[in-house]
């Protein structure tokens, strides 16, 4: 289990030490997570046999099961803006809905392309 958790951190790190070399607008741990899911799919690609590593499951499921502890912090960073979040409700609240219309269309349309020739 410290190996796969090693291994989570690491591209954590790598993540956030390319996004500073490439100056991207993208979060380090997100490149991260891209990384770790491309590693695994190479892994896999010539053998879907041999799946995940165990430990590196064992820690995903440990952590999904206590994500919402994960997100306290941001629960408190609200609270503690409460002021700014009154001022600039408006813009907030237009982005909010907008990506999420946005992401509902892209959806569908991404599934309808899918399964056109179906």
Known sequence: MPFAFFVLILCQLVGELVRDALKLPIPGPVIG?????????????????RGIPKPLETLAEGLIANLGLLFVPAGVGIIAEAGLLRQDWLPIVAGLVGSTVLGVAVTGLVMHWTMRGR
């Open 33 to 49: 997570m891209f990384l770790l899911a491309a590693i695994l799919g190479w892994r896999l690609r010539g053998n879907p046999e």
